[in-house]
C-alpha cells in the first residue's frame, strides 16, 4: 500500500484552461519531497478544461464537481477527495516557486497555527505585493494586507487577522473539525469566515515570506461580485460575533450599511439591487444563519476583545469611490471610538 502523500495540493477550476498550464507546470517543477499529491476539482467547466488536463498532465487527479459549486463547495469537494495530512488551496491563476511547498509546511512548526498563507507577488509586476495576508475591518470588509506596496522587508513569517485562499495550508483534521468553507458563501470571504472561525476555536492564522507564488490578479466589481461580498460580510458577522459584541458595535455596523448602500447607489441601479437582493436574502436566510451561528459560538474559546485587537477601524478606502475620500476622516474617528468602546466592554 502506496503511503498517504503529506500534501493535497487543490485547484479549483471553472472554465481556466487558459490558466492551467502556466499553474500545473510550475506545481511539476517543485521537489517530490515533502511528498504531495495534485487534485484538480472542475466546477463544471465548457471549455475543454478537463480533457486538456488528462491528455498533458497526468499525474494531476481529476475530480468532476458536475456544476459549479463555487469556491467554497468546490474545495470542501477537493478536502473530501484528498489523502494528504495537510490540505493547500491554490487558484488556478497562479504560478509557484520552487520552494513554495516546503515553505508553507515550516511555518506549521510554531504552535496552534490553523492555516498559513503564502506570500503573494503580482504575476505581471513581481516586485509589489498583491497579499500578504489579510485586513480584516470590524465591520467585516477585508482588504488584502500591503497590497501594491513594494515587496521590500517582508522577510519574517506573521501572524495575521485572516488569510487569502490564493494560496494557503490548513491541516486537514482542523479543516473538518472547523466545519471546512461555509457552501452558502459560494464565493468570496468563505477564507475570511473560516480564519474567524479558527482564531474563534484559539487557533493561529500565519503568513510566510518562505512560500512565493505569482498572481495573475484583476481588480474585478460586477453587481454579482458586489451581492455576494455584501451578502457574506453580513452572514459573516451574524455567525461569528458574540451577541453583545453586535450590540456594541451597532453603530459601527449601521454607518457601513448607510455607506455601502450608498456606494451601490453611485455605481448605478444594477448595483443598487444586488445589494437589496442580498440583504433580502440575508433575511430569508436568518433561521439557517442562526443554526450555523451556534455551531460557530460552540467553538468559542477565546473572547471577542482578542478577535478585535487582530481587526481594524480604519476604513478600507482604495477600492472606495472618489468621494469616500471626504467621508474618511469624520467615518474613522466614529469607527475608532466604537472599536474602543466595544473592545473596553467586551
Keep these: 500500500m502506496m503511503a498517504s502523500p ?34 484538480m476539482v472542475d466546477n463544471g467547466s465548457t471549455d475543454g478544461s478537463v480533457e486538456y488536463v488528462e491528455k498533458n498532465f497526468k499525474w494531476v487527479r481529476v475530480v468532476r464537481s458536475g456544476e459549479n459549486l463555487g469556491y467554497a463547495g468546490g474545495n470542501n469537494l477537493g478536502a473530501r477527495e484528498a489523502k494528504g495530512e495537510f490540505l493547500i488551496f491554490l487558484n488556478y491563476d497562479t504560478r509557484v ?3 513554495w511547498l516546503s515553505g508553507l509546511l515550516d511555518a506549521f512548526k510554531e504552535n496552534r497555527i490553523a492555516a498559513v498563507q503564502s506570500k503573494v507577488l503580482f504575476d505581471n509586476d513581481s516586485s509589489k505585493i498583491n497579499t500578504f495576508g489579510t485586513d480584516t475591518h470590524v465591520t467585516g470588509l477585508t482588504v488584502c494586507k500591503h497590497i501594491f506596496k513594494e515587496d521590500k522587508g517582508l522577510e ?58 505569482y498572481h495573475k490578479y484583476k481588480l474585478k466589481m460586477n453587481p454579482k461580485i458586489f451581492m455576494y461580498n455584501e451578502r457574506n460580510r453580513q452572514v459573516m458577522i451574524l455567525k461569528n460575533y458574540s451577541a453583545k459584541s453586535l450590540a456594541l458595535l451597532f453603530p459601527s455596523l449601521f454607518l457601513m450599511e448607510i455607506f455601502t448602500h450608498a456606494y ?9 439591487l444586488a445589494k437589496l437582493s442580498g440583504d433580502f436574502w440575508v433575511l430569508g436566510t436568518l433561521p439557517r444563519i ?20 487582530k481587526f481594524v ?33 467586551s
Excluded at 290 to 309: G, P, V
Design 264 to 272: 451601490a447607489l453611485y455605481l448605478g441601479p444594477s448595483f443598487l
Design 6 to 39: 503529506k500534501a493535497s495540493i487543490i485547484v479549483l477550476n471553472w472554465n481556466g484552461k487558459h490558466y492551467l498550464k502556466d499553474c500545473l507546470s510550475s506545481i511539476a517543477e517543485i521537489p517530490r519531497e515533502p511528498s504531495f499529491e495534485c487534485i
Design 290 to 309: 442562526s443554526e450555523k451561528r451556534s455551531i460557530a459560538q460552540k467553538l468559542r474559546k477565546i473572547s471577542d476583545k482578542k478577535i478585535l485587537e
Design 156 to 213: 519574517k513569517t506573521e501572524e495575521v487577522s485572516g488569510f487569502s485562499g490564493s494560496s494557503v495550508m490548513i491541516p486537514k483534521r482542523l479543516f473538518f473539525e472547523l466545519g471546512g468553507f461555509d457552501d452558502d458563501f459560494f464565493l468570496y470571504l468563505e477564507d475570511t469566515d473560516f480564519g474567524w472561525r479558527a482564531t474563534l476555536a484559539g487557533h493561529r492564522i500565519l503568513a510566510t515570506p518562505k512560500s512565493i507564488i
Design 97 to 99: 516557486e520552487k520552494n
Design 313 to 345: 477601524f480604519n476604513l478600507p478606502i482604495y477600492r472606495a469611490p472618489w468621494f469616500a475620500k471626504y467621508f474618511e476622516l469624520p467615518f474613522n474617528l466614529l469607527f475608532r471610538a466604537n472599536y474602543s468602546l466595544a473592545i473596553l466592554f
